[in-house]
């Protein structure tokens, strides 16, 4: 429960299809729930009941996108692990549930039953309409994640500006989120590849020796993952480096930095998450 959540769960598309599929399913689930009931309020013919019940739905809708947009930006100040991110939505229900209680009190005024056991039936029901979209959301992102990790790792297929080449020489395929492929090229011309939010922007040579950039949406944590044990090592946050291509390997007061061969690539920092995996590549010691 210690381990760092994947980066795909904070995805701005992850979240909204996450909040989305949990309104859906409480909607349904709260029609099928609301005649056994005897603290629901819920009313749609109801002209007085139909106004909370509009209200309650749009406020609650609120405190999850308001939340999912916290979420979102948190990845900025802490590496959520998976322990948090259960806690986090637990806490969503928890505070959606307090407000049900005191508007059931308010609205119903049930004299035979306190505030506390309204607040337990809500949490029940509460878990049931947000964690279990929850939990099956997080499952379906994660299956198409590895799915798509395993169509970048599989392909043999050719896209690039180059002609095509023959020979042992190794390749770099890239997919996009959807899974299409949209850029394929020699190891040889790749530099670095950059981290810009839910794009990656790939540094390389044409046919030329012209340095290109070219833009794709997939996650960096997805090319870590698909191309271990090649030339590509992580080195920061928002960068993998093509090992071959490091000039010097140089230490400053800052830090490590790394100089590509070209001239027009800026030099690289290694952070202190990845100093070690970078060090271990280059055979090199504190």
């Avoid at 029609?31 to 629901?40: E, Q, R």
């Avoid at 198409?144 to 599989?154: A, E, F, H, Q, Y």
């Avoid at 390749?171 to 670095?192: E, H, R």
Wanted: glycine share 4%.
């Amino acid at each position: 429960m210690n381990k760092r959540i994947p980066e795909y769960f904070l995805e701005k598309t992850q979240l909204i299809a996450t909040v989305t599929f949990a309104v859906l399913f409480a909607i349904v689930f709260l029609n099928i729930y609301i005649p056994f009931s005897d603290t629901a309020w819920f009313r749609l013919g109801d002209s007085v009941f139909f106004l909370f019940t509009a209200g309650f739905a749009a406020i609650s809708i609120c405190i999850l996108i308001a939340s999912r947009i916290l979420m979102y930006h948190s990845k900025k100040w802490f590496k959520m692990t998976y322990l948090e991110y259960v806690l986090w939505c637990f806490a969503e229900v928890v505070l959606i549930c307090i407000f049900y209680t005191f508007v059931t009190v308010d609205v119903q005024k049930p004299a035979e039953m306190p505030p506390l056991q309204i607040f337990g039936k809500a949490f029940l029901y509460g878990v049931i309409c947000l964690i279990i979209p929850y939990t099956i959301a997080g499952m379906y992102f994660a299956i198409v994640d590895k799915n798509r990790t395993i169509r970048l790792m599989s392909s043999k297929g050719f896209a690039s500006d180059q002609e095509p080449f023959h020979g042992v020489e190794s390749q770099i395929t890239l997919f996009d989120n959807s899974g299409s492929l949209k850029l394929s090229i020699k190891s040889s011309s790749l530099y670095y590849i950059e981290s810009d939010d839910n794009y990656i922007k790939v540094w390389y040579t044409d046919s030329k020796g012209e340095l290109k950039k070219y833009m794709l949406r997939c996650r960096l944590k997805t090319i870590e993952d698909s191309f271990k044990g090649t030339s590509l090592i992580r080195c920061h946050r928002k960068y993998i480096v093509n090992s071959d291509k490091v000039k010097v390997l140089r230490k400053e007061s800052e830090g490590y930095f790394l100089d590509l061969d070209n001239m027009d690539i800026p030099p690289i920092m290694v952070t202190k998450t990845y100093m070690e995996n970078v060090l271990s590549r280059f055979s090199v010691s504190r």
